[in-house]
């Protein structure tokens, strides 16, 4: 089994969080990643050893919305990244 890598970041930017979450993948199509919050889209199913029914990270972008916040995937050198930025309330 690989070593899993792993990156997880916070950073505040004016009156917002901004989270990101990164990990290496193998064999990611850049077109895919316009594709990873749409409902079942499940990417290569020659590559897709899970069971899963594709709705996780469409469930992930709802929810941030509801928060107002906004969620994206960027795919850079073997790296996949999701960033999630959200308003940060100070009382």
């Not at 990990?23 to 590559?47: P, Y």
Request: net charge positive; aromatic share 8%; with cysteine.
């Amino acid at each position: 089994m690989k070593p899993f890598e792993l990156l997880i970041s916070l950073n505040i930017k004016e009156d917002k969080a901004v989270r990101k979450v990164s990990n290496k993948v193998e064999n990611l199509s850049v077109n895919e990643v316009d594709k990873l919050f749409e409902r079942f889209f499940r990417g290569d199913k020659a590559r897709n050893h899970s069971q899963g029914t594709g709705l996780g990270l469409a469930i992930s972008k709802r929810i941030v919305e509801l928060h107002k916040g906004i969620i994206c995937a960027q795919y850079k050198e073997g790296w996949m990244s999701f960033i999630i930025e959200h308003p940060i309330h100070v009382k």
